[in-house]
């Protein structure tokens, strides 16, 4: 499965509240479909991947995929 997570996280110099969804599909296929949704009106994407892994590195483009 996926995984979500909201975090509301207060910037140190404006003071300012920024809230964060965080969705972790761990790269999985079947997620993909997903994405258009994922990103509707994101402001910034994390993208992650496994540095001892070069084929989870090459993955990313196609993550971006909407």
């Known amino acids: 499965?996926?995984?979500s997570k909201t975090k509301i996280c207060t910037l140190p110099?404006?003071?300012k509240k920024v809230k964060m969804n965080l969705?972790?599909?761990a790269?999985?296929?079947r997620y993909m479909s997903l994405n258009k949704f994922f990103f509707q009106r994101v402001q910034g994407i994390i993208l992650m991947y496994d540095i001892t892994n070069r084929e989870s590195y090459e993955k990313l483009p196609k993550l971006l995929y909407i």
Request: a negative charge; proline letters at 0%.
């Open 1 to 3: 499965g996926f995984d």
């Open 13 to 15: 110099k404006s003071k």
């Open 23 to 25: 969705w972790d599909t």
């Open 27 to 29: 790269g999985q296929e």
